[in-house]
């Protein structure tokens, strides 16, 4: 497989409910994004991942944890989320040494419906 | 990181080539202007990237004047699959970039048979 990937493509879930979304790239980065796009709205960055380290967190709700075990591998944990939080939840990598604004790579993305 | 102005949307026919501009009026020395495009639940493709005058590849050419304050994608004889929205972005690069991207509300392109 190539590129990036993300699973699940669609998850349903309740507001009481723990879930995940998981990422994985196939392209040799060392970053790693999360980016929330709710309807109608421009893509949020929410968490970024360096050599699978935090450095940013943009003020995200603590319902979202991110987690970085692996420069190949990202995870989302969710739990007990709000209506609100429906979206679609897009996953992206890099190479961070560029220094060129560097190209990020996105996966399809999970689209989240929260009940 | 700059502001970013882009039309909301934009119509076409086939066939067409297409202009999309972006204000960047605040733009910094070390920032480079990126353009992505976007289609329905799928995420964001890298397009093309700039500093300044004019950079083209196999998809599109970006223009950028000498002020650097705006830059246009242009688009060469759009055809239907083309209808997507297109982000303009610019980000500092430099040694400390976090790989920020602040995605705006874009333009949608709509073309047209």
């Known amino acids: 497989e190539t590129g990036v990937t993300q699973t699940p493509r669609h998850l349903v879930m309740g507001m009481t409910n723990k879930k995940s979304l998981k990422c994985e790239q196939h392209l040799g980065h060392n970053a790693m994004y999360w980016y929330k796009q709710s309807a109608k709205k421009p893509l949020e960055l929410m968490f970024v991942?360096?050599?699978?380290?935090?450095?940013e967190n943009n003020s995200v709700p603590s319902r979202f944890s991110p987690e970085c075990p692996n420069s190949s591998h990202l995870f989302l944990h969710l739990h007990t989320l709000q209506p609100e939080d429906s979206a679609l939840y897009l996953c992206?990598?890099?190479?961070?040494?560029?220094?060129?604004?560097?190209?990020?790579?996105f996966g399809p993305g999970t689209r989240l419906t929260v009940l | 990181l700059a502001k970013t102005t882009q039309p909301i949307s934009m119509d076409s026919y086939e066939g067409q080539e297409v202009n999309i501009t972006c204000s960047h009026n605040?733009?910094?020395?070390?920032?480079?202007i990126t353009w992505y495009q976007q289609f329905p639940s799928q995420g964001p493709r890298f397009i093309i990237q700039g500093y300044k005058t004019k950079v083209t590849n196999e998809v599109a050419s970006l223009f950028i004047p000498a002020d650097r304050k705006s830059s246009t994608l242009s688009l060469p004889r759009v055809s239907l699959s083309d209808t997507a929205v297109y982000y303009c972005l610019v980000g500092d690069a430099g040694s400390g970039n976090t790989g920020k991207l602040i995605f705006g509300q874009g333009t949608t392109l709509q073309v047209k048979p």
């Open positions: 992206a990598s890099s190479h961070w040494t560029s220094g060129r604004g560097d190209e990020q790579f």
């Open positions: 605040n733009i910094a020395t070390n920032d480079y």
């Open positions: 991942y360096s050599l699978e380290e935090r450095v």
